[in-house]
């Protein structure tokens, strides 16, 4: 992470701190870093598909043009990178997992109890499906009024943050949203992501550190 020295920088992670959003061991920087595993694939809308599958009662598969007719949420968080980074108020837009439930769009069976977001070149994240319904997770498509950049995810990714003034709502560090993402599975069971079973933790709790098994 590039240190980001400035007056603006100190000022408004003092700003955060006191207002109870700063996880222990994380910094504030006003960039945004970033990190994957690999290279930034490409996108083809006419070839792109969406799917949902696994633990649900029909499986769902979308193109680019059907994704964006979807119903479409905004929620504003702070993101929390395990590699000791945070950015506060950050905006998402995009589709939200309990909205596509709610809805009809998708209809899981009683046994899913916890969601695989796979991406391009085979990269998985895990997460409890309680987790993935939540307010602060969403497949976004833009941040901060724009469309996400290639680097960033485009054209579609998991993300997961802590809405201040949300205690009640588990939060993991920033690597449980897969960018570049492709399909949902929905398990009876859970099974590790890429980063899991790398060694970093299955929770990955901001407020409890987990950073590592
Ligand atoms: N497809 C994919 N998504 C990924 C990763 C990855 O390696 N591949 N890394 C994760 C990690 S470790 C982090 S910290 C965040 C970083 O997101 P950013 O580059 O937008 O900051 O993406 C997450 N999503
Ligand atoms: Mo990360």
């Known amino acids: 992470m590039p240190v980001f020295k400035s007056a603006d920088r100190r000022k408004e992670e003092e700003r955060i701190r006191e207002e109870n959003r700063l996880p222990p061991g994380q910094a504030l920087t ?3 870093p970033v990190l994957h595993y690999g290279p930034v694939p490409p996108f083809n809308p006419a070839t792109w598909v969406f799917r949902v599958w696994g633990e649900v009662e029909e499986e769902k598969s979308w193109t680019w043009d059907e994704f964006q007719a979807l119903p479409r949420t905004r929620v504003k968080m702070d993101i929390h990178c395990v590699t000791r980074w945070s950015k506060a108020d950050t905006v998402w837009e995009g589709v939200s997992i309990r909205t596509l439930i709610e809805q ?13 977001q796979h991406a391009e070149y085979g990269f998985m994240v895990n997460l409890p499906l309680e987790v993935a319904l939540q ?37 993991p560090y920033f690597w449980k949203g897969a960018k570049w993402l492709r399909s949902l599975e929905f398990m009876r069971q859970d099974r590790l992501g890429f980063w899991e079973q790398a060694g970093y933790h299955n929770e990955a709790d901001i407020w409890k550190e987990q950073r590592i098994r």
């Open 135 to 171: 307010e602060n997770f969403l497949m976004a498509t833009h941040f901060n009024g724009e469309p996400l950049t290639p680097d960033h995810g485009y054209p579609l990714r998991g993300v997961v943050g802590y809405i201040p003034d949300r205690p009640d709502l588990k939060t």
């Open 30 to 32: 006003l960039k945004f």
């Open 104 to 116: 009809g769009f998708i209809k899981p069976k009683p046994t899913a109890k916890y969601v695989m």
